[in-house]
């Protein structure tokens, strides 16, 4: 008995918030008591909010109230602390889960929604573990259908008959109820929907492997352009130490050629000084002596003594240096700064001109990631590629059949409007998607005698109009196309031509472009696949799929290579007679 008026007394000093014994209780102003703790940690986090609410009743309150101990809630606690103590350990109340992030609600709960463990089906309600016994209890002859909790309990019910959507409309593919199937779904293709749950769940599944297997290649990918990366950073930092070391080479050889032309002129310097003092000491002899000479004149020219005077005369000698000295009007080095000047600026041509050129060349380097090698068609067609024609590119002789899959050639122009994108001379068209990244797509010809169909790829920049090499696929640097014919095969490109084996040829043709790898690869198609010819560059632009027809050819584009329907290869005598048929009708 005392336990269970301990017990008793304990939910009514219980905090709704923490489900504890209260702590320094509070009383608000609607009556309920909570912790002092927990009520404040539940306003705070209002506390951007101008109304403050009850956790129980909800009740609101403006402004925030003032907390006070309520006094005599905690003597009653304290004696039910001593109480419990005095009559030994209380059986342990079972585990409360309260409703977290992303957590079902129990729609039973008041104040504090707990967590809910299970929904019903009929009541649509969910339950936590309290009310869930509740409930079982009350409908235990008649068992409800229970699920795991849900959210989404209101999108399982019909919106028109409220009733639980069991049934799934293959021809309106959309889940109905029972009512919908006598109704407005009558006759409708319908399965439950456990059944057409297993039969998407097939197809999820399917879509799943798929996801799996490209997560899979895209990490082989990743890991591809990694190391390509990292080898292209090596690369480069070896073409730097190597340029460093060629530049410092000249450099040295510049400082050499400096020193030598230093001291070339030092040397020369030297040698004429030296020469130009020996003769100025020769010089200033000769002077002093001729100085002594006139001295010696002047006196003996003023003597009043003529005897003296004719008896001194023999002995002056009037003869002097007979030497001459040539002195050179060039006296600088103007024709070694020349020079200099001159290779000077040689060098500075050179460096500009070589400057220019590694400036295009490095430009030229990039991060080519190895090109996957495909041994089957399956392998190839995960990355299939939809593609469509553009209609403002078409020629005037070609014509478009089986919602513009089919192209034959035309002998009269067709009334298409004019437009900026169409070829008006060459007979080709281009499609409206852009290729990058990993693309693949198939398509079948047919042609007679020399006749034949151009397949490949071009940027979007290629010229539309007129007869020249500019416009045409593979005559110029911006395309690239596979000619096929019954008894030629070619690859042309900046209008060059490889000729190829027609062994290799079939009426079907796959075509797979890496886009950052820069791979271009055409294929044959039959029971078996083929490498017609392969080509390693560096796009930089995106591609657009193109095709052009001689007379008498035509060529179908494939759209859809997964559908199982078109996974057989057509037989080509059947797909020539067709195509014919449709060029004689037209």
Same mark, same amino acid.
């Given at each position: 008995?005392?336990?269970?008026?301990?017990?008793?007394?304990?939910?009514?000093?219980?905090?709704?918030?923490?489900?504890?014994?209260?702590?320094?209780?509070?009383?608000?102003?609607?009556?309920?008591?909570?912790?002092?703790?927990?009520?404040?940690?539940?306003?705070?986090?209002?506390?951007?909010?101008?109304?403050?609410?009850?956790?129980?009743?909800?009740?609101?309150?403006?402004?925030?109230? *003032?907390?006070?101990?309520?006094?005599?809630?905690?003597?009653?606690?304290?004696?039910?602390?001593?109480?419990?103590?005095?009559?030994?350990?209380?059986?342990?109340?079972?585990?409360?889960?309260?409703?977290?992030?992303?957590?079902?609600?129990?729609?039973?709960?008041?104040?504090?929604?707990?967590?809910?463990?299970?929904?019903?089906?009929?009541?649509?309600?969910?339950?936590? $573990?309290?009310?869930?016994?509740?409930?079982?209890?009350?409908?235990?002859?008649?068992?409800?259908?229970?699920?795991?909790?849900?959210?989404?309990?209101?999108?399982?019910?019909?919106?028109?008959?409220?009733?639980? &959507?069991?049934?799934?409309?293959?021809?309106?593919?959309?889940?109905?109820?029972?009512?919908?199937?006598?109704?407005?779904?009558?006759? #409708?293709?319908?399965?439950?929907?456990?059944?057409?749950?297993?039969?998407?769940?097939? &197809?999820?599944?399917?879509?799943?492997?798929?996801?799996?297997?490209?997560?899979?290649?895209?990490?082989?990918?990743?890991?591809?352009?990694?190391?390509?990366?990292?080898?292209?950073?090596?690369?480069?930092?070896?073409?730097?130490?190597?340029?460093?070391?060629?530049?410092?080479?000249?450099?040295?050889?510049?400082?050499?050629?400096?020193?030598?032309?230093?001291?070339?002129?030092?040397?020369?310097?030297?040698?004429?000084?030296?020469?130009?003092?020996?003769?100025?000491?020769?010089?200033?002899?000769?002077?002093?002596?001729?100085?002594?000479?006139?001295?010696?004149?002047?006196?003996?020219?003023?003597?009043?003594?003529?005897?003296?005077?004719? @008896? =001194?005369?023999?002995?002056? %000698?009037? =003869?002097?240096?007979?030497?001459?000295?040539?002195?050179?009007?060039?006296?600088?080095?103007?024709?070694?700064?020349? =020079?200099?000047?001159?290779?000077?600026?040689?060098? @500075?041509?050179?460096?500009?001109?070589?400057?220019?050129?590694?400036?295009?060349?490095?430009?030229?380097?990039?991060?080519?990631?190895? %090109? @996957? $090698?495909?041994?089957?068609?399956?392998?190839?067609?995960?990355?299939? #590629?939809?593609?469509?024609?553009?209609?403002?590119?078409?020629?005037?002789?070609?014509?478009?059949?089986?919602?513009?899959?089919?192209?034959?050639?035309?002998?009269?122009?067709?009334?298409?409007?004019?437009?900026?994108?169409?070829?008006?001379?060459?007979?080709?068209?281009?499609?409206?998607?852009?290729?990058?990244?990993?693309?693949?797509?198939?398509?079948?010809?047919?042609?007679?005698?020399?006749?034949?169909?151009?397949?490949?790829?071009?940027?979007?920049?290629?010229?539309?109009?007129?007869?020249?090499?500019?416009?045409?696929?593979?005559?110029?640097?911006?395309?690239?196309?596979?000619?096929?014919?019954?008894?030629?095969?070619?690859?042309?490109?900046?209008?060059?031509?490889?000729?190829?084996?027609?062994?290799?040829?079939?009426?079907?043709?796959? *075509?797979?472009?890496?886009?950052?790898?820069?791979?271009?690869?055409?294929?044959?198609?039959?029971?078996?696949?083929?490498?017609?010819?392969?080509?390693?560059?560096?796009?930089?632009?995106?591609?657009?799929?193109?095709?052009? &027809?001689?007379?008498?050819?035509?060529?179908?584009?494939?759209?859809?290579?997964?559908?199982?329907?078109?996974?057989?290869?057509?037989?080509?005598?059947?797909?020539?007679?067709?195509?014919?048929?449709?060029?004689?009708?037209?």
């Amino acid at each position: 008995m005392a336990e269970a008026r301990i017990s008793w007394a304990e939910d009514q000093f219980t905090c709704p918030v923490c489900l504890d014994l209260l702590k320094d209780p509070v009383t608000i102003p609607c009556g309920h008591s909570y912790c002092m703790r927990c009520i404040t940690d539940c306003w705070d986090q209002d506390d951007w909010k101008t109304l403050y609410s009850c956790p129980q009743c909800r009740k609101t309150f403006t402004p925030r109230p *003032v907390l006070g101990k309520n006094v005599v809630f905690a003597e009653m606690v304290e004696k039910l602390k001593t109480m419990r103590l005095q009559s030994g350990p209380v059986p342990a109340a079972p585990a409360v889960h309260h409703t977290g992030s992303g957590d079902v609600q129990c729609d039973s709960c008041t104040g504090i929604k707990q967590k809910a463990v299970k929904s019903c089906l009929e009541c649509r309600s969910s339950y936590c $573990q309290n009310h869930l016994e509740q409930h079982e209890n009350l409908f235990r002859g008649n068992r409800h259908n229970l699920m795991d909790a849900t959210g989404r309990l209101r999108e399982m019910m019909c919106p028109q008959h409220d009733k639980l &959507l069991e049934i799934y409309c293959r021809t309106d593919q959309r889940c109905i109820c029972m009512l919908c199937l006598v109704d407005e779904h009558k006759n #409708h293709d319908t399965v439950s929907t456990r059944v057409a749950r297993a039969e998407k769940q097939r &197809l999820f599944d399917e879509t799943q492997r798929n996801i799996q297997k490209t997560i899979q290649q895209k990490k082989i990918d990743l890991k591809q352009m990694r190391e390509a990366v990292e080898s292209h950073k090596r690369s480069a930092q070896t073409a730097v130490e190597d340029s460093e070391r060629i530049f410092s080479e000249v450099i040295r050889s510049i400082e050499k050629c400096r020193s030598e032309v230093k001291q070339l002129i030092r040397d020369q310097e030297s040698a004429a000084v030296k020469q130009a003092e020996q003769r100025l000491a020769r010089l200033e002899l000769e002077l002093d002596d001729l100085r002594w000479k006139e001295t010696e004149l002047k006196q003996l020219s003023n003597t009043d003594d003529h005897i003296h005077f004719l @008896q =001194s005369c023999p002995s002056v %000698s009037l =003869s002097g240096s007979t030497d001459s000295f040539t002195i050179s009007s060039r006296l600088s080095f103007d024709e070694v700064v020349k =020079s200099v000047s001159q290779l000077r600026d040689e060098l @500075q041509q050179v460096c500009t001109d070589e400057t220019d050129r590694l400036s295009k060349t490095v430009k030229t380097v990039q991060v080519i990631v190895p %090109s @996957q $090698q495909f041994t089957t068609r399956n392998e190839l067609l995960q990355y299939s #590629h939809l593609l469509t024609l553009d209609l403002n590119s078409v020629n005037y002789y070609l014509r478009l059949f089986e919602e513009n899959t089919v192209i034959t050639y035309s002998d009269t122009l067709m009334p298409y409007p004019d437009h900026p994108d169409r070829f008006d001379s060459w007979t080709e068209a281009l499609c409206r998607e852009s290729v990058t990244g990993r693309c693949y797509w198939e398509v079948e010809w047919t042609g007679e005698g020399r006749s034949g169909v151009d397949i490949g790829v071009t940027y979007k920049s290629i010229s539309r109009k007129g007869d020249g090499p500019e416009s045409a696929a593979g005559r110029n640097d911006q395309s690239w196309r596979l000619y096929c014919s019954p008894d030629y095969c070619s690859f042309w490109h900046k209008n060059m031509e490889t000729v190829l084996p027609v062994a290799n040829i079939s009426s079907r043709v796959g *075509v797979y472009v890496d886009h950052s790898a820069g791979t271009l690869s055409f294929y044959s198609v039959s029971d078996t696949m083929s490498l017609i010819h392969r080509v390693q560059t560096a796009f930089t632009q995106p591609l657009y799929a193109v095709f052009g &027809l001689d007379k008498q050819t035509a060529l179908k584009l494939y759209r859809r290579l997964n559908n199982p329907d078109i996974l057989h290869i057509l037989n080509p005598d059947i797909l020539h007679a067709l195509l014919l048929r449709r060029m004689m009708m037209s």
